[in-house]
């Protein structure tokens, strides 16, 4: 059941990014939100303090993700939904390997600094200010490939591995905050083949009718952590709402 009002709060963390974006957008024009904060290394172009969205910029420290997080876990009487969309693939000097000659360590701490570290610290702020949360709502943005049962085509080494880690921090997170935070809801999600920067160098091989647009994914992932409540375990869950194998 939808809420009325404009008597929800949000919590995007990572913001800038394709999916992250759709997402605040859309909770942005959501009339059940009363505010929406909005965390990126990057002002959003376009996108200041309208509406409901209240823009906050980080350096992913744990000064700042410490710091930020009081604040919004202050000013919200209580936050009913958190993304967290944080997550990289390719940068200027690395990409997925195809090989283990490929392994560097540098490109794969950064991997998993991104995909597994930060998103896990971010968790980790805001889980103490959740305790008495009636009803919280959390997506960490994860990946199929991330699944060690799905995995048949091996490569892509240190993405694979960095959300497989994540996915390992969630499980043990909604373990813990199935003890002492039980309003909280805690989801692994596949978006699918999403047109973003991260995808943008291999989207060749994407069958038809396949390769979504944000504003999709966003709508998708809206509509699953509404139909989820508290049940004290981890959902790793694809667009579709199905369960994906450890
Ligand atoms: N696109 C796909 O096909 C696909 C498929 C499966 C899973 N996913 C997952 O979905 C999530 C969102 O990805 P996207 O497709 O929206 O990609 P994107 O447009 O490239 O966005 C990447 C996100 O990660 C953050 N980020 C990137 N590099 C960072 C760094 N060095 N330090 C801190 N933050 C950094 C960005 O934060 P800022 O807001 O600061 O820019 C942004 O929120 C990721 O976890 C990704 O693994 C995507």
Redesign the pocket.
């Known amino acids: 059941m939808k809420e009325v009002g404009g008597t929800m709060q949000a919590l995007v ?10 997402v605040a957008d859309r909770w942005g024009r959501d009339p059940r939100f009363s505010s929406v904060w909005t ?4 002002q ?1 172009p376009g996108h200041g303090a309208e509406g409901t969205i209240q823009p906050l910029l ?1 350096r ?1 420290t744990e000064e700042d993700i410490a710091a930020i997080s009081k604040r919004v876990l202050e000013e919200s009487e209580s936050l009913s939904r958190i993304v967290i ?5 390719h ?1 200027p000097s690395y990409g997925p390997e195809k090989s283990l000659e490929a392994l560097r360590q540098t490109s794969m701490q ?1 991997v998993y ?3 597994c570290i ?2 896990m610290l971010w968790l980790a702020a805001l889980a103490s200010g959740l305790r008495k949360s009636p009803d919280c709502r959390i997506a ?6 991330g699944s060690i049962g799905d995995n048949a085509l091996g490569g892509w080494y240190s ?1 694979r591995s960095a ?1 497989a880690a994540l996915n390992m921090g969630l499980r043990s997170a909604s373990i813990e905050l199935a003890r002492r935070a039980k309003g909280v809801k805690l989801m692994a ?11 943008e160098p ?1 989207q060749r091989g994407v069958p038809e009718g396949k390769l ?1 647009e ?1 504003d999709f994914v966003a709508t998708r992932l809206d509509e699953l952590l509404d139909g989820h409540v508290a049940n004290g375990e981890l959902s790793y869950l694809d667009w579709e709402g199905k369960t994906i194998p450890w």
Not at 39 to 42: G, P
Not at 85 to 89: E, I, M, Y
Not at 140 to 145: C, G, I, W
């Open positions: 963390v990572g913001a800038g990014g394709g999916i992250g974006s759709a965390v990126s290394r990057q959003r980080t992913h969309a944080l997550g990289t693939l940068g950064e600094r991104v995909n930060l998103p960490v943005l994860s990946a199929r490939v993405y959300k999600f596949h978006p699918g083949t999403v047109d973003t920067a991260l995808s291999f979504f944000p």
